[in-house]
């Protein structure tokens, strides 16, 4: 992700970002506000470690309205802290014109079949047990 900020010239910083949503020490923010936020859970399945990852990249989004979402759930579940609109930004805020998602994923395209290298992680379902007998992840 970093890579691809790069190619839109967009210079982030890794680590944790106060005030936003789901702080974490791999979280990529421009000029102080959280643009990247990365989650993963490791898990054993058939006796080998596993990681099961996700990512949130805000290409055009208002902040405010981000931050109202995201502090609604957070209410919803009494879970602690705010999440402040001045933590948040976007790709579009960071470069200071449009960038659609469609921007973004053509470059990501480019990136991963393009350039020559194969895409270092592959995508393929896995089912696997979870905390009861009913419940599964995908």
Not at 93 to 107: F, N, T, Y
Not at 108 to 131: K, S
């Amino acid at each position: 992700l970093e890579g691809l900020l790069a190619r839109f010239q967009l210079p982030v910083a890794r680590g944790l970002c106060r005030g936003a949503f789901c702080p974490g020490r791999y979280d990529l923010a421009g000029a102080g506000r959280k643009v990247v936020g990365l989650a993963q859970a490791w898990r054993l399945h058939q006796g080998q470690r596993i990681v099961i990852t996700g990512a949130s990249l805000i290409v055009d989004e208002e902040a405010a309205g981000l931050a109202d979402a995201v502090n609604r759930f957070y209410n919803a579940f009494q879970a602690a802290p705010a999440c402040r609109p001045n933590a948040i930004g976007s790709l579009s805020q960071m470069a200071d014109h449009p960038i659609s998602v469609e921007d973004v994923l053509g470059v990501l395209g480019t990136m991963l079949w393009n350039d020559g290298a194969p895409p270092r992680a592959t995508h393929r379902p896995i089912w696997m047990e979870a905390a009861g007998p009913d419940t599964r992840y995908y």
